[in-house]
């Protein structure tokens, strides 16, 4: 259904031209990129150690349809800045896909007991498809970011490797 590949700097100007606004960039990426995204942005994530950058390809078309990335932290690693380009491809299980990939390259290729998420609260389609490869909320992790006048409410999720390999089975 879908494969994650490395992303390169050639892929970045796919990526620009994906996010329409300040708010699309904030929803994807939230508050660590500024609008209009860039290149160098990007270059700076690539270059950090740290950071896994994906794009999503569809393998029966050849052709990108997303990007995903995984931030690796002390003690846990951070799945974000996922993003399916075209809206109607999302709630077609593209998503839980994408979140079950990086779960599995994430618990396969790092030392970390737990993975994690933020997602926006309003963003119930993420929200649900979270809930359904097994991620529960954390009630002791959120932030607020304003944009245009409005505060959104970002929430913390968390998967244990257990719970993951166990939902494999």
């Not at 490869?133 to 970011?145: H, K, L, Q, Y």
């Not at 409410?153 to 939902?167: A, C, D, V």
């Amino acid at each position: 259904m879908i494969e994650l590949q490395p992303f390169t700097t050639k892929d970045s100007e796919e990526l620009i031209s994906r996010i329409g606004d300040k708010r699309m960039l904030l929803q994807f990426a939230g508050p660590a990129y500024r609008f209009p995204l860039t290149k160098e942005q990007l270059d700076q994530d690539l270059d950090n150690e740290n950071r896994f950058m994906f794009k999503v390809v569809d393998p029966s078309e050849d052709k990108t349809i997303g990007h995903a990335q995984i931030f690796l932290k002390e003690k846990t690693f951070l799945l974000g800045r996922i993003l399916i380009w075209d809206e109607n491809n999302r709630g077609k299980g593209y998503g839980k896909k994408i979140v079950q990939e990086l779960m599995q390259y994430g618990f396969s290729h790092f030392d970390r007991e737990t993975a994690e998420l933020n997602v926006y609260d309003w963003n119930t389609g993420a929200i649900e498809c979270y809930k359904k490869v097994g991620f529960e909320m954390d009630p002791d992790v959120m932030s607020e970011v304003s944009i245009d006048n409005e505060l959104w409410l970002s929430l913390n999720m968390k998967i244990s490797r257990n719970t993951f390999e166990t939902q494999k089975i």
